[in-house]
């Protein structure tokens, strides 16, 4: 079994990067053998992926959004739209940079932008859009980011570790400010590796770094749940829930009651390094706080009502073991 022990642990994260890009070249591997002489393919250019994923050449997070789009589409028979996604998968190749900082506009990544708006906006309950944020914004935040990373790197550099293996691509967006949901960030299964970020959201270093605990610690649990769900229950079935106004799946509100104890952990070890200056104590405080509200409440849903798998039950079961140590 995986180990699923709470404190962030760069080592882990690095081996659960590498299980994810397999378990893809595996998947890769099985429909090449599956659809040869069906659907016209470059099957050295397949054979070269499939290699370099088991390698652990580190492709974006398109190549999985191609994968999960290229499933379906071979699945109900859509030929065509399978050779099409099947030849731009080919056509993918591995970052150069183990990260990228990017906007949503940067050419590197135009092509799959739709794909990302797509992958991303998957609730039919709440919809949102992602738009490119102005240059000016853009650069402002990168210097942020840079700062909370370093931050992260010299104080918490086991949480650092982490958030290097499992983010390989940070998409700065903006969102529509005439909707009535505003995305701040997330990530996709369908995307491993990539966090979109509200470059108009996160106002302070300290806010940007428990952001930023608490994607990679979604992408955690995206990981641990690679070979078994955490949640048996359906995603039809909707639970109302302290952590959200509107009703939620049982795998949502688990996500955001594991991700709560990770916020608050990392907030506790800044506020314990001594480098935070008052005002910035005062946020981590505050937020510490409501990280430790949000997680009760949360766990509170989950125990009444959560139809956890064994992984679910040991990866839930160490997050309360961390909060019931801080009395």
């Not at 995986?2 to 760069?10: A, L, M, Q, R």
């Amino acid at each position: 079994m995986i180990d699923v022990s709470f404190i962030p642990n760069g080592s882990r994260a690095r081996a659960l990067d590498r299980r994810m890009r397999r378990s893809l070249a595996d998947s890769l591997d099985y429909i090449g053998t599956e659809i040869s002489g069906v659907i016209p393919f470059d099957q050295q250019a397949l054979a070269h992926l499939v290699y370099s994923l088991r390698q652990g050449a580190r492709y974006p997070p398109s190549t999985f959004g191609l994968y999960a789009e290229l499933v379906p589409a071979l699945t109900d028979g859509h030929t065509t739209t399978a050779e099409q996604l099947l030849t731009e998968l080919l056509a993918e190749r591995p970052q150069t940079v183990n990260s990228q900082l990017l906007s949503l506009d940067d050419p590197l990544i135009a092509l799959q932008v739709p794909r990302y708006q797509r992958l991303m906006d998957s609730d039919p309950v709440t919809r949102f859009t992602m738009q490119a944020p102005s240059a000016a914004v853009a650069t402002t935040f990168k210097h942020r980011f840079q700062r909370a990373h370093h931050l992260l790197r010299t104080t918490i550099p086991e949480l650092a570790a982490e958030f290097d293996a499992l983010v390989s691509q940070v998409i700065l967006v903006a969102g529509d400010h005439t909707a009535d949901y505003q995305f701040d960030g997330g990530s996709c299964y369908m995307l491993w590796g990539g966090l979109f970020l509200n470059a108009e959201s996160h106002p302070n270093d300290v806010a940007l770094a428990e952001v930023m605990a608490h994607e990679s610690a979604h992408l955690l649990l995206f990981g641990y749940a690679c070979d078994e769900a955490l949640v048996n229950n359906d995603d039809a079935t909707l639970y109302t829930s302290p952590l959200r106004d509107d009703p939620r799946p049982m795998d949502g509100i688990y996500h955001a009651t594991y991700v709560s104890a990770r916020m608050h952990w990392a907030m506790s070890q800044l506020l314990d390094s001594g480098v935070l200056d008052e005002p910035a104590r005062h946020f981590a405080e505050t937020a510490r706080q409501s990280d430790l509200e949000n997680f009760i409440a949360g766990h509170e849903i989950v125990a009444r009502h959560g139809d956890l798998t064994a992984t679910g039950s040991a990866v839930m079961a160490a997050a309360a073991a961390y909060i019931d140590t801080i009395g």
